[in-house]
């Protein structure tokens, strides 16, 4: 039997595996993540290659994932010399991981060269194909490089001139670590050598042969190996040289590589790099080379004192000093290491330390024009961007990307070669494409400016930021080759003629376009207009009559550069006139002034410092005391910042607030104080964009700030588990979250509760990674329910987990029991899922008022699980009659008093127990045999059942063919006022019929009363349409609904003047795009939620209906009646309306019966003599109900003739031909089964009609039948009274046994498929008509709407080309086109069912998905109407992005052309709707809320006359007692 259970549990996952099929790892944004750590990365020009621990993956540049190669495998032969290793599959056995160490690929010959260890063994190396990396050129068991996981080596390629040719060799640089080595049975290598890289040098492949020996450079101690490189033919390596207890020293070493192996290696030159306080031991950690040179400039991150969390970014000139002597090293050598000639290497001084920062783990720098950017990675989780510019001065360092944790960056970055815009930042699993910068997100051009971005040049053409090879022309601006705090600044000068000159000085790099279109010019006419000509980067003004006013000259200077203008708006002032004590506030006022600083006083700027520097040397002589900080509490937290942080001190009574500043260059963050005591006062703490440390200074009422101390943001806390995962109702059980950083947490705050648990503060600078506290009780709640925990931090909610509250727990009684000389208390309890532990309770045993605490030692569950219970121990006491058990838990404490018949109670079921099991014995073994056998035998029918279905499913799918019928005959289209009518009121059926008028032949054209025709007149006033529009919307009491059928009576009323509809329309859709444009735009469209979406709904009903008709329309008819003849194929619920086939996993009738296809001879009555018609044949199921059958017959009899039958569905009834008689056929009758209290209705298997019967229709009307029966559906309760082919939920001894049938709804998931395969031809073909190109012109709808989308963008400024195609599939395939897939019953007269709107919703769900940009990643737990069309919508997608070209592509309509279609549209439809009905249930609209359309129309600056029209609609309504409908 469980033979059989395995079988049937293999064969269910092989069924499901149709539906799914993995489709790759992990792929986000710019990101991708990997199963395994990440032990080496390499860049090629396009291509990125990661070593993981177990695998080898290949990505395109943009981290997309192009192949991955398990090193998994195994080693055949392993006693052997050279094993020979071989990959397997994951699911495959293997005992050998290939661990690489070496990750090198040859551009030159698109080889990826890998070497590493296997366990055990002591190297091994591949040669593999880049285009193909699972194919393995070459492979060698040979030692290349480290044989340990260890960032203390290096290997890279180097080029090697020879007298014939230069020669690719692969410089292995290995640590020498005397622990590691003794640990190793392998034999040491030398510490520098050279391994060949192709099968033509000297020795062959990996080979270190030189000419005639083994060259190589060796080191008689400890080296660890940090980076090198070649630049031209010298070669690079850097170390660190460990050395007991002495400074560590960083080395750096020259090689040329000329002549060969032998030469290179021995043209040795070393030096020392020194860095400042060399006293002080320093470790190089990452380096890069400044491109460009000469000179060589190199930058390195060295750590100080041994530890990596304070470093330094130093700077220096690395250029090769090829006057020393080659192979005198006295750290490094040759073979002659015994030389006592050595001499002291060079040392290097650095030009400048950069940057120092804790915790910095790699550098990559970048020249960008003047400037040189290094990107930084951090331990905690960053990548910082710092601009230095040509005088080696740091701008303000700008986190490109930041980790929610502290995950460290790895030691080596690379920028994308590809487009050198992106930097590959490397974690532990995973590695991120970041940009080098975000130029677009700075909106105006002095933002671009500001953020002294090398990257970023302001585009005059374009009017945005952007990269400077963005920007097409030599319109452009950006910062200069030096920093400068301002983009304008200007000078008040003074020459000896008297003349007072205004200099205004650009602080910009400019395009040619730029710098030749310069000017300036000062708006007032005080101004000389004889002035001398700017010159870029600055101009002269002078002033008329040499006199400033003593309050100041307010002058507005207009600069032109290029296509770009600016305003600078200035106070000019006399300089001599700036006068005062001489302090460093009246001297900040000279320079800002754009004076000079003389000598204690302010002089014009010809004649003073015009450099606030000088300001800064200045004592503040104001009468305060000088503040001094002593510490801040907290003083370490996350970038969330902290909330009533303390500060103490002295002297700070005249404290005005606290400045946060992360460098000089970076703007700081000012807080106010509050509770100043003069030696403490609280402040809050500003969120930061970076983690790191910051100064703090206090700042006085004169603008100075004093004091200093530091403050460290790190990481925000993250929340991973908490335990135990619920708590009782009433609180206070102690709950502890792991997770890391959480001393930041400040308070923590449960969903059901309203007050926040306070977190104590006390935690000190420590990474807590537990917090425990008390749970609070939870308000207004009962039973069983979820609770969601947040963490606060600062003003932020981080979400945490959740736990589940449970009802408190129920302790139901107690027994004592003597033990020696102590007491045992046996405590029960029922049973619950609070996984309450003994430290949690608080017993003692009370007697004659007196406590005895009992010390808890057990907890049991019973084997039904239902009772709990805990053992306590009262000691040392001899009474045992305790009147009652005091237990206290969280804050509860609750009191069971003793129950004295306890005792004899358990001593009965004692008795008990032995005649209870004798008897469950003697059952158990007579019915053993009994049972077994019936197992077995419902084991086996289950069995072949399931296989029956899974063959049968199988055999369904394959041999499923589109052979439903495509002649279906006229196709019933709804005339275009029933069509539009739907569109515009789809659930109000009052309005829909109110507001169309039947045509009749001699209709006229219906003349409108005088209140509608004044109403008419108003409408069509834009002013007017567009103010009620607004004041409408912004009523809270004017619903979304309201909104909706707002839009559809305009669009009734102004049917007859699509033009003017037209511009109303898109005027208040470019107020909508105002509305939306500094939030989120790509969110424009997509819900009806203002009256002008569902306007152009409408408009797009109107203006599409012909292309609908006569391009769609069959195609859509074609798709419905194959998925309605797909459905009849199999059987059909007639309660629930499930289906076996269907493309609605909700809809899938999975409790499908066993059934057989019949073919019935059907004749009709015809008359009232018994004469009968030819026979029709009619295609039915044995498990069809009697309503069903007459279904086919009537839709059968329609798809023959071309017409429907004359007699309706419920007068309908039919006779089965038995036995030369025919037999009434009726949904239930006296023979219906019955189960419970529902009955089944009867089917043809019932009546047991066979394949080939006779059935014969008669009509109720002239031949009535014996027992009249109406339909059963119109019972209100029929869905609880029958049931048909599901079965009910009642009892299992209720059931008919034949009935009892194992069914698993994944066993029919197959039907899904099977339909799909049958209809897909025809979806497919009305997708193709819906974005085909009649004559390669779209719908002149379509193209006018898209260009009129594309102008409004442009005016925008909007270049995402993701934004536009959002905005196109929001407002033609989301607002038109899935309204018609999903209701055809809007274009044809037909019937929707249930079923059938499941199917097309699951089409139109595929529909949306092939205009998606989003890739949607699909695993096996994907819903399946995902997964049915999975491979079919990227072929879609390609197809959509086309038809989208090709309308941008197509030459524009013009206006003339457009507004005759309008014009031609309006006629066409005209008298067809009521005009006057809508226009009067639009004045219900306006009449509430007349006073807010008159105010929003007084602020819109409305004439005079059209409030008085808006006055003269509203009497002539009220004037009105009664309505009469036209």
Not at 1037 to 1058: D, P, Q, R
């Amino acid at each position: 039997m469980s033979g059989r259970l395995c079988t049937m549990m293999v064969l269910l996952p092989g069924l499901l595996f149709i539906l799914w099929t993995e489709l790759g790892l992990c792929l986000k944004d710019r990101e991708f993540h990997f199963k395994g750590d990440i032990r080496h990365y390499s860049v090629d020009n396009d291509t990125v290659y990661i070593a993981t621990e177990d695998r080898l993956y290949q990505l395109s540049h943009d981290l997309m994932l192009v192949q991955s190669l398990t090193q998994r495998g195994v080693l055949k032969d392993p006693q052997s010399n050279y094993p020979q290793f071989t990959r397997v599959s994951e699911t495959e056995k293997w005992n050998a991981t290939f661990s690489v160490n070496v990750l090198l690929p040859l551009v030159s010959t698109k080889n990826l060269i890998t070497c590493g260890v296997f366990d055990g063994w002591c190297g091994y190396c591949e040669l593999l194909d880049s285009r193909n990396i699972s194919k393995v050129l070459y492979m060698e068991h040979i030692q290349v490089g480290s044989l340990w996981r260890s960032s203390a080596s290096v290997s890279f390629l180097v080029n090697v001139e020879t007298r014939t040719r230069a020669e690719t060799h692969i410089l292995a640089a290995v640590q020498q670590n005397g622990v590691l080595q003794t640990q190793s049975s392998c034999p040491s290598m030398s510490t520098v050598q050279l391994h060949n890289t192709n099968d033509k040098q000297t020795g062959g492949i990996f080979s270190i042969r030189g000419e005639n020996t083994n060259p190589a450079i060796d080191r008689k101690g400890d080296v660890d190996f940090v980076d090198g490189f070649q630049i031209n033919s010298i070669i690079y390596l850097f170390s660190n040289l460990p050395s007991g207890d002495k400074i560590n020293k960083v080395r750096l070493l020259w090689l040329e590589g000329k002549g060969g192996k032998l030469k290179t290696l021995n043209s040795l030159r070393g030096a020392t790099l020194s860095v400042p306080d060399g006293d002080r031991d320093r470790r190089l950690i990452a380096s890069s080379v400044i491109p460009g040179g000469p000179p060589v400039l190199w930058s390195g991150v060295f750590s100080v004192e041994g530890e990596p969390t304070n470093t330094e970014l130093v700077l220096f000139d690395i250029s090769p000093d090829l006057s020393i002597a080659t192979d005198k090293d006295p750290d490094f050598c040759d073979d002659e290491c015994g030389d006592k000639s050595r001499q002291m290497p060079k040392t290097l001084e650095p030009k400048k330390v950069i940057f120092t920062r804790n915790s910095m783990t790699s550098v990559l720098a970048v020249r960008q024009k003047a400037w040189t950017v290094f990107f930084i990675g951090t331990g905690d989780g960053q990548l910082i961007k710092l601009s230095v510019d040509k005088n080696y001065h740091t701008t303000c360092p700008k986190v490109l990307y930041k980790t929610s944790d502290d995950r460290r960056v790895f030691s080596k970055l690379h920028l994308d070669q590809v487009d050198l815009k992106h930097v590959y930042v490397p974690f532990q699993n995973q590695i991120i494409r970041v940009p080098v910068s975000k130029c677009s997100s700075y909106k105006t051009v002095q933002d671009c400016w500001s953020a002294q971005d090398p990257y970023c040049v302001w585009c005059g053409s374009k009017q945005s930021c952007t990269f400077e090879d963005d920007c097409q022309d030599s319109d452009w601006l950006s910062i200069p080759d030096d920093s400068q705090q301002k983009m304008v600044s200007y000078k008040v000068s003074k020459d000896q003629t008297g003349q007072i000159m205004l200099i205004i000085q650009m602080h910009v790099s400019a395009g040619k376009d730029v710098s030749s279109n310069f000017a300036c010019q000062p708006s007032t006419s005080l101004f000389k207009k004889e002035n001398p000509p700017p010159r870029f980067p600055h101009c002269t003004s002078i002033l008329r009559g040499n006199v400033l006013p003593a309050e100041g000259l307010p002058v507005v200077v207009k600069i032109k550069l290029g296509s770009t203008q600016l305003t600078e708006r200035l106070n000019l002032l006399n300089c001599t006139d700036i006068r005062g004590e001489p302090t460093s506030t009246l001297c900040r006022k000279c320079i800002k002034a754009g004076c000079g600083w003389a000598t204690n006083h302010c002089s014009w700027a010809n004649e003073g410092v015009g450099n606030d520097s000088v300001c800064q040397e200045m004592e503040s002589t104001m009468n305060f005391s000088k503040p001094e900080i002593s510490s801040i509490t907290p003083s370490v937290v996350s970038f969330y910042g902290r909330n009533h942080a303390v500060l103490s001190g002295r002297n700070l009574s005249s404290v005005t607030g606290v400045r946060i500043q992360a460098k000089q260059d970076c703007p700081s963050q000012e807080s106010p104080v509050w509770n100043n005591t003069g030696d403490r006062l609280t402040f809050h703490i500003p969120r930061a964009e970076n983690k790191g440390v910051v100064k703090v200074c206090v700042l006085l009422p004169d603008g100075s700030c004093h004091g200093s101390f530091k403050i460290t943001y790190r990481s925000a806390p993250s929340c991973m588990n908490i335990t135990p995962s619920s708590s009782w109702i009433s609180g206070k059980r102690k709950l502890t979250i792991t997770g890391f950083q959480l001393e930041f947490v400040e308070a923590i705050k449960h969903s059901t509760a309203q007050q926040e648990v306070r977190v104590p503060g006390n935690f000190g600078n420590q990474d807590l990674h537990n917090l425990t506290y008390d749970s609070p009780a939870a308000e207004n709640v009962h039973g069983t329910f979820s609770s969601t925990l947040s963490l606060k931090v600062a003003n932020e909610s981080l979400p945490c987990s959740t736990i589940t509250y449970h009802p408190d727990p129920e302790f139901t009684s107690f027994t004592a029991t003597k033990k020696g000389n102590d007491v045992l208390i046996t405590i029960q309890k029922k049973a619950d899922k609070l996984g309450m532990t003994l430290k949690e309770l608080s017993v003692s045993g009370i007697y004659e008022d007196r406590k005895y605490p009992c010390i808890l030692e057990e907890k049991e569950t019973t084997d039904n699980a239902k009772t709990e219970f805990f053992t306590c121990e009262i000691q040392r006491t001899d009474i045992t009659q305790f009147q009652e058990l005091k237990i206290k838990y969280g804050d509860e404490t609750v009191t069971i008093e003793a129950d004295s018949n306890l005792i004899l109670w358990f001593l009965l079921v004692l008795l008990l127990i032995p005649c209870i099991i004798v008897a469950v014995i003697i059952i158990y073994r007579s019915k053993q045999k009994k049972l077994t056998a019936k197992m077995n035998k419902i084991m086996e029918d289950l069995e072949l059942d399931i296989r029956n279905d899974i063959r049968q499913g199988f055999v369904d799918m394959q041999m499923e063919k589109a052979d439903l019928m495509e002649n279906v005959g006229a196709i019933p289209f709804l005339d275009y006022k029933h069509f539009a009518s739907r569109i515009f009121f789809p659930k109000d059926e009052s309005l829909m019929k109110m507001c169309i008028k039947d045509i009749g032949p001699d209709a006229v054209k219906a003349e409108l009363d005088e209140s509608c025709k004044a109403l008419s007149r108003l409408i069509q006033d834009q002013l007017f349409l567009k103010s009620m529009v607004h004041a409408l919307e912004e009523q809270k009491g004017f619903t979304i609904e309201h909104k909706c059928m707002m839009a559809s009576l305009l669009t009734v009323a102004l049917h007859n003047n699509l033009l003017y509809l037209t511009e109303v329309m898109e005027a208040l859709l470019m107020d909508l795009m105002q509305q939306n444009s500094n939030t989120q735009p790509k969110l424009l469209l997509r819900r009806t939620e203002s009256i002008v979406e569902k306007l152009l709904t409408n408009w797009m009903s109107i203006c599409l209906y012909g292309f609908l008709r006569e391009t769609v329309g069959q195609h859509l008819f074609l798709m419905v009646s194959a998925l309605t003849q797909q459905t009849a194929k199999g059987p059909v619920d007639c309660v629930t309306e499930k289906a076996l086939y269907t493309l609605s996993e909700d809809w899938l009738l999975w409790q499908a019966p066993e059934f057989t296809s019949l073919k019935l001879k059907v004749l009709f009555a015809v008359g009232s003599d018994g004469e009968v018609s030819e026979p029709l044949e009619v295609s039915a199921l044995s498990c069809d109900s009697v309503e069903q059958v007459k279904e086919k017959i009537l839709s059968t009899f329609k798809a023959k003739f071309g017409f429907p039958y004359n007699t309706a569905l419920r007068d309908v009834f039919i006779e089965f031909e038995k036995d030369g008689s025919f037999i009434p056929l009726e949904e239930v009758d006296s023979s219906s089964e019955v189960i419970g209290d529902v009955m089944m209705l009867n089917t043809l298997k019932h009546y047991k009609v066979p394949d080939g019967a006779t059935i014969k229709v008669l009509s109720r009307k002239t031949h009535p039948p014996l027992s009249p029966q109406g339909s059963l559906k119109d019972d209100e309760n029929f869905s609880v009274k029958y049931f048909h082919l599901i079965d009910p939920d009642i009892e299992e001894d209720q059931r008919n046994l034949e009935r009892k049938k194992l069914k698993l709804k994944e066993v029919h998931l197959t039907k899904l498929l099977s339909t799909k395969v049958a209809v897909h031809s025809f979806v497919e073909n009305l997708f193709r008509s819906i974005w085909g190109m009649p004559h390669s012109k779209a719908p002149h709808a379509v193209k006018h709407f898209f260009d009129f989308l594309d102008t409004q963008a442009d005016n925008m400024k909007i270049t995402d080309p993701d934004v536009m195609h959002i905005w196109k599939t929001n407002s033609l395939p989301l607002r038109f086109w899935i309204n018609i897939l999903k209701n055809p019953q809007f274009v044809f007269d037909i019937e929707k069912t249930p079923n059938l709107d499941g199917c097309l919703s699951v089409i139109a769900q595929a529909f949306m998905d092939s205009f998606s940009l989003s890739e949607i990643q699909l695993g096996k737990h994907a819903p399946t109407n995902k997964l049915l069309y999975a491979k079919d919508i990227p072929k879609f997608k390609q197809e959509v992005k086309v038809y989208y070209k090709q309308i941008k592509d197509q030459p524009p309509i013009t206006d003339s052309e457009f507004r005759d279609f309008l014009q031609e549209e309006s006629k066409k439809h005209e008298n067809e709707f009521n005009e006057t009905a809508a226009l009067k249930e639009l004045f219900k609209f306006i009449k509430p809320y007349f006073t807010e359309i008159k105010e929003k129309l007084d602020q819109n600056g409305a004439p005079a006359e059209l409030i008085e029209q808006l006055h003269e609609v509203k009497n002539l309504f009220d004037s009105q007692k009664s309505c009469s409908w036209d």
